[in-house]
T-cell receptor
Framework: DGGITQSPKYLFRKEGQNVTLSCEQN?????MYWYRQDPGQGLRLIYY???????QKGDIAEGYSVSREKKESFPLTVTSAQKNPTAFYLC?????????FGDGTRLSIL | KNEVEQSPQNLTAQEGEFITINCSYS?????LHWLQQHPGGGIVSLFM???GKKKHGRLIATINIQEKHSSLHITASHPRDSAVYIC????????????FGKGTHLIIQP
């Protein structure tokens, strides 16, 4: 079955460490997105990519980085520069708009 | 003011009741999405609509473009409908995905 796979489901990070969240899709979608969700807030866009080897900053890109070397993969790195990384992270994909969502990764700081 | 506003924020109802969740938006849109998020965090797309009304099982979504308003209805509600329901707008301008409401936390009690 086609879909989006995010891993891991839960991730713990020590302060000062970079961590990378995986997002893979087998839906042949061109566009992929990363969102952050905090309690009581709507999903906010971190980065998006409309095509391989190209990506754009969203509303809250500071402290994050991405790559899009393959159509299927859009990993998100939470760098040590992100001062409040504890959140739920969702990946999405679509032809030109988000249509499918992953199950998310919950990141916590130790 | 958020571009996408949902109401109510929280809703508790008894099994069998007719449920209505409202969404108002202030931007020009190409489509309006209704999403469902279960406690584990994964999101499922329920509807995408740009006019009129759509129905899927016990779920009905309507949109009034002139009033910039959409509603999600659940008929004969059941405890398994308990989830967070999120309204999201595809903006007319920009290719950066969706603008999300904060969600409505629905609990259906048996």
């Amino acid at each position: 079955d086609g879909g989006i796979t995010q891993s891991p489901k839960y991730l713990f990070r020590k302060e000062g460490q970079n961590v990378t969240l995986s997002c893979e899709q087998n839906l042949n979608h061109d566009a992929m997105y990363w969102y952050r969700q905090d309690p009581g807030q709507g999903l906010r866009l971190i980065y998006y990519s409309q095509i391989v080897n190209d990506f754009q900053k969203g509303d809250i890109a500071e402290g994050y980085s991405v790559s899009r070397e393959k159509k299927e993969s859009f990993p998100l790195t939470v760098t040590s520069a992100q001062k409040n990384p504890t959140a739920f992270y969702l990946c999405a994909s679509g032809r030109s708009q988000p249509q499918h969502f992953g199950d998310g990764t919950r990141l916590s700081i130790l | 003011k958020n571009e996408v506003e949902q109401s109510p924020q929280n809703l508790t109802a008894q099994e069998g009741e007719f449920i209505t969740i409202n969404c108002s938006y202030s931007v020009g849109i190409s489509a309006l999405h209704w999403l469902q998020q279960h406690p584990g965090g994964g999101i499922v797309s329920l509807f995408m609509l740009s006019s009129g009304k759509k129905k899927h099982g016990r779920l009905i979504a309507t949109i009034n473009i002139q009033e910039k308003h959409s509603s999600l209805h659940i008929t004969a509600s059941h405890p398994r409908d308990s989830a967070v329901y999120i309204c999201a707008a595809s903006r007319l301008l920009g290719a950066d995905g969706l603008t999300f409401g904060k969600g409505t936390h629905l609990i259906i009690q048996p």
